[in-house]
């Protein structure tokens, strides 16, 4: 079908509200699982599936279907791997297939949002972010504070056993809204680059009380988590945007009034008791941890650039298609063992390398490299034209594009729509040039 450059303002409707509909999905799919359906938490763990298929059919039906290098990448190697997992690898059709999915399904998809939002879109969803915030920091106060006993705490399918995952001092890590506790730590890191957005980006009609409010939601989200990988990407995220500086020294003033509100949020949420608990347990569970992989600088190295080193140079022979797509994956691991664990690697690049072989996970991972670089470039380009909103969206999509988790559904939710943000961040407005709006297509 031939490509089409322009979409009737209808059909961009329609598609906006399905892309709306996955954001919303993604948010509260682990409530639906947890609370509110969870006699069908299974087929519930796909609901965001059916969504984007329908979103990419009626785009190919318009002429609309993403098309670039990357996907063309993504597709080609996912359908390789799915018929080498069926000839030599596990041979077990229905994993083969949900590892395919992702390949022909949830990455299309990324690149669609980005086609069909805009910037304005993306302003949207983080006003709507900084709204569900507020709930969401209340629940996963209840939840830390609460035993895994409590409903709020209730696991997928109604489980009493607790949703929450080992912390520090006797508490547990809350999931929020979502089915695991690394949801949460997604929903917050990509929260964080909103709320510097709308500090820095004063023209934008934000209450100022709805932003100190959520400001220490965040601040507090951050001890509540017990989540070191928050912690790194709220700080990555800080160091992003004193980055602009270099490149708009006019926003200094922004940038410190910014500053000194959040430290003096900090100073307040130090002095409540409510928090001082939470503090502790996190302070407790960073330096424990820290002590037992080397430190900062081996927790950086091992968790970060190890993983992703170690899967390239490891020892491990892995046959040369891989042990099979999908086997990696949850669902892989429930079918194959019958339980939830790593079958090849609790590393994304790892988990690529063990299913699809070197050659052809090494294809996805120089993929996912050449994509991350061209996001930043791109971001880095656009703070000369004082556009920031992609350089503080590429913070959070840095290291969620380059390497996070494809194999569970919530983490590969945050990668296509994280990455699909900041994709439709750079199409500032309706008089751009055609060849400006379709930057990832046709290359």
Known sequence: MKLNTSLSIRDRKILKKVIWLYFFLLIFEGALRKWFFPSLSTPLLIVRDPIAV?????????GYFPRNAYLSVFMLVGFISFFTAIILGHGNLLIAIYGLRIFIIHLPFMFLIGKIFDQSDVIKIGDIMLWIAIPMTVLITLQFYSPQSAWVNRGVGGDVGGAGFSGALGYFRPPGTFSFTNGNSLFYGMLTPFVLFFWLQQKQKI???LLLIVSACLLAAIPLSISRTLLFQFMLSLSFSLFILIKRPQAAKSIFIAFICLMALVVLLRNLPLFQ???????VRFESANRAEGGVEGVFVDRFLGGMFGAILGENQTPLFGYGLGLGTNV????????LTFVI???????LIGEMGFFLGMIIIIARILLVIKLGSKSY????NNDILPWLLFSFALLLVLQGQWSQPTSLGFV??????IIASFRTNKLETESEKRIFDKQ
């Open 54 to 62: 329908l979103a990419l059919a009626f785009a190919y039906h318009k």
């Open 207 to 209: 209450s100022l009380w």
């Open 277 to 283: 608990t939470s503090l502790e347990a996190f302070t």
């Open 332 to 339: 892989g691991s429930q079918i194959s063992t019958g339980g």
């Open 345 to 351: 690697s609790e590393g994304e690049w790892g988990r």
């Open 381 to 384: 380009q656009r703070l000369a």
């Open 416 to 421: 296509v729509f994280g990455g699909g943000l």
